[in-house]
């Protein structure tokens, strides 16, 4: 992924405001329903949302800008460690400490981790492969020819609008195929899904392996995603908090009318059944409304004046119990 500053158009400098600013503007810009008619909107929207979740996380951020994480949010792997030699899985402790898994760099199109050890110590029982097997997937010593391929792995990135509509997804996987993926109900973000013989074939002609694809959800411009319910902060006016009515609310198919209560005070929350998440097991979440009352932008004279009066005529103590 480039750079998460470009794609947001940001400097190194950015507030935190400026970067959810920019993320809202270029989510509304660039959101699929929005741009039906352009193929490139989806993949533009992921990209940002995949951008302010490294920016829009503190210490995500400050891993980036420190170079410990990539434009992904994935360690950034090295050769050698400092103090604890040849270390081929970044971990740090020299030696091969766990299993050996493929190090791909820029998306897949990197060199093998299996490549690089053959390389150093003279290759794994029988040294480096040649012939037709020797590509993708030949980082191995298959102990059968009936061995199946080596696992294949990818991210994909889905909306809350793709979860709530069922819809299949695109998954590019690192051995050039494109797959259409069902995305399961109550799906969670860093899911993994297995697709069957999608992985690496065996040189040998068996069976290939499988793909592994590690689901990410794009951050909303609106909603944020509290397991399968949904929750949203609507502003209303000091008046429609006191007298009470009924305002647009959004939902992820359409926006609704919500009635307001008369005296909502501001944190209230107003539960919308049905309209959050598909959850595992059948029907969907809820989406949780918390009112946020707004006042005006410029102070008013008498706004203020009657705060006044209210004051001297009908105090009021909304911090009592906290004594």
């Known amino acids: 992924m480039r750079d998460p500053y470009h794609v947001l158009g940001l400097s190194k400098t950015a507030s935190e405001a400026e970067i959810k600013s920019a993320y809202r503007r270029l989510a509304k810009t660039y959101h699929p329903d929005h741009n039906a008619d352009d193929p490139r909107a989806k993949e533009r929207f992921a990209e940002v949302g995949n951008a302010y979740e490294i920016l ?3 210490d995500k951020r400050a891993q980036y800008d420190r170079g410990e994480i990539d434009a992904d949010g994935r360690p950034k792997g090295h050769a ?6 040849f270390d081929p899985f970044g971990g740090g402790g020299g030696g091969f400490g766990g299993r050996a898994r493929s190090a791909r760099f820029g998306g897949g199109g990197g060199p093998d981790i299996d490549d690089i050890l053959r390389d150093f110590m003279g290759g794994f029982g029988g040294g480096r492969g040649t012939g037709p097997g020797a590509g993708a997937g030949a980082g191995r010593t298959w102990k059968s020819a009936s061995e199946p391929g080596r696992d294949a792995e990818a991210t994909v990135t889905v909306t809350l609008e793709d979860l709530v509509r069922g819809e299949k997804v695109r998954a590019d996987l690192p051995t050039g195929k494109s797959v259409a993926l069902s995305v399961p109900a109550g799906v969670t973000a860093g899911q993994q899904v297995r697709l069957r013989g999608q992985g690496y074939p065996n040189p040998t002609g068996s069976a290939a392996g499988d793909a592994i ?6 951050p909303h411009p609106v909603f944020t995603v509290a397991g399968s319910d949904l929750r949203l902060d609507l502003p209303v006016t000091l008046y429609e908090a006191v007298l009470g009515a009924k305002v647009r609310a959004p939902t992820l198919e359409a ?12 944190g209230k929350v107003l539960r919308l059944r049905g309209k959050g998440l598909p959850k595992a ?11 946020r009352i707004a006042l005006p932008d410029e102070a008013r004279s008498d706004l ?10 009908a105090p009021y103590d909304p911090r009592r119990d906290l004594r």
């Open 56 to 58: 829009g996380d503190k």
């Open 255 to 266: 926006a609704v009318d919500l009635t307001i209560p008369p005296n909502t005070s501001g």
């Open 281 to 291: 097991l059948g029907g969907r979440g809820d989406l949780l409304i918390t009112i």
């Open 304 to 313: 203020a004046e009657l705060m006044r009066a209210w004051r001297e005529r």
């Open 213 to 218: 694809v590690t689901i990410k959800i794009a």
């Open 80 to 85: 050698f460690s400092g103090a604890g030699g």
